[in-house]
């Protein structure tokens, strides 16, 4: 049976390739790459002659079919992407589901992880961990998830680029609290590496100007004072929003009244306001 193998590549220093993953793109008849150039700087280094394809969001479908009838024909692969352990948070997922519903194997082969790297250098208790890639880049469900974000009570890692990193950090000092310990890693394992250490409001005030690099933010979890607070801050909304309601208001006007006089999310001041609507049309 002919095997698909998931190779991690290195996130910077070439260095980072393991023994096993050099002797397995040798060995494969076709490397399936994101970036066929950026590939090949790799493959150059270690002097592997392997045959490039692209694999990349955009052909990602019409490639995995051609993928099984390579398998089909004994031949085994290896599936890359630019940097790191393919399918978190780049392309390949549907390749992989493609190839195992045809019966073919599938086997990884571990190296490289940048959320894994920025996660034991952070200084922030490892375990539990909950990673969440890069967040949404607007509306409602970048608030959502950036409220799943502010509420866990572990760590959490995430991706950003660069140019919304200022952003992120603004976002997450207004859900969290400026106090919330972070840390921010940029360009891990290359030559200019930094993990910035300290709290939100530190990290955004350090990154306020222009960044340079692929960046990894690992969050703090919510403490138990900080959810006894919520837990306070939701009753307060709940009570507030029982009142308007009572006085004949709109929802909408009461989800906004109660955001607004409490700082609460807009997104958890609707649902509040909403379900208290929803139980007194009811009784």
Same mark, same amino acid.
Not at 64 to 84: F, H, N, S
């Given at each position: 049976?002919?095997?698909?193998?998931?190779?991690?590549?290195?996130?910077?220093?070439?260095?980072?390739?393991?023994?096993?993953?050099?002797?397995?793109?040798?060995?494969?008849?076709?490397?399936?790459?994101?970036?066929?150039?950026?590939?090949?700087?790799?493959?150059?280094?270690?002097?592997?002659?392997?045959?490039?394809?692209? %694999?990349?969001? &955009?052909?990602?479908? %019409?490639?995995?079919?051609?993928?099984?009838?390579?398998?089909?024909?004994?031949?085994?692969? =290896?599936?890359?992407?630019? =940097?790191?352990?393919?399918?978190?948070?780049?392309?390949?997922?549907?390749?992989?589901? /493609?190839? #195992?519903?045809?019966? &073919? %194997?599938?086997?990884?082969?571990?190296?490289?992880?940048?959320?894994?790297?920025?996660?034991?250098?952070?200084?922030?208790?490892?375990?539990?961990?909950?990673?969440?890639?890069?967040?949404?880049?607007?509306? /409602?469900?970048?608030?959502?998830?950036?409220?799943?974000?502010?509420?866990?009570?572990?760590?959490?890692?995430?991706?950003?680029?660069?140019?919304?990193?200022?952003?992120?950090?603004?976002?997450?000092? /207004?859900?969290?609290? =400026?106090?919330?310990?972070?840390?921010?890693?940029?360009?891990?394992?290359?030559? &200019?590496?930094?993990?910035?250490?300290?709290?939100?409001?530190?990290?955004?005030?350090?990154?306020?100007?222009?960044?340079?690099?692929?960046?990894?933010?690992? #969050?703090?979890?919510?403490?138990?004072? =900080?959810?006894?607070?919520?837990?306070?801050?939701?009753?307060?909304?709940?009570? #507030?929003?029982?009142?308007?309601?009572? @006085?004949? /208001?709109?929802?909408?006007?009461?989800?906004?009244?109660?955001?607004?006089?409490?700082?609460?999310?807009?997104?958890?001041?609707?649902?509040?306001?909403?379900?208290?609507?929803? @139980?007194?049309? @009811?009784?």
């Amino acid at each position: 049976m002919a095997t698909l193998y998931i190779v991690s590549t290195p996130i910077g220093n070439l260095g980072d390739l393991t023994y096993r993953a050099v002797e397995v793109l040798g060995s494969v008849a076709r490397i399936l790459a994101e970036d066929t150039r950026r590939t090949r700087i790799l493959l150059d280094h270690y002097d592997i002659a392997t045959r490039l394809v692209s %694999a990349h969001e &955009h052909n990602e479908m %019409a490639r995995a079919e051609k993928v099984v009838e390579w398998l089909d024909g004994g031949d085994d692969l =290896a599936l890359v992407t630019d =940097a790191g352990t393919p399918l978190v948070s780049d392309p390949g997922q549907r390749i992989v589901r /493609r190839v #195992l519903d045809a019966g &073919h %194997a599938v086997v990884p082969v571990p190296g490289a992880s940048a959320a894994l790297a920025a996660l034991v250098a952070s200084g922030l208790e490892p375990e539990p961990f909950t990673f969440f890639g890069f967040a949404p880049r607007s509306g /409602r469900p970048r608030e959502e998830r950036l409220e799943e974000v502010s509420s866990s009570p572990h760590v959490v890692v995430l991706y950003e680029s660069p140019n919304r990193l200022a952003a992120l950090l603004a976002d997450l000092v /207004r859900l969290c609290g =400026a106090d919330r310990d972070v840390a921010v890693a940029r360009e891990l394992t290359k030559l &200019h590496e930094s993990v910035f250490r300290g709290t939100l409001a530190e990290a955004s005030a350090y990154y306020a100007g222009e960044v340079v690099g692929e960046v990894v933010v690992v #969050l703090a979890g919510r403490s138990a004072a =900080a959810a006894d607070t919520a837990e306070a801050d939701e009753a307060a909304a709940r009570a #507030l929003a029982a009142g308007l309601l009572a @006085e004949g /208001r709109r929802p909408s006007q009461v989800a906004r009244d109660v955001a607004r006089r409490l700082r609460m999310p807009r997104n958890r001041a609707y649902e509040i306001t909403q379900s208290l609507a929803e @139980e007194s049309s @009811e009784s």
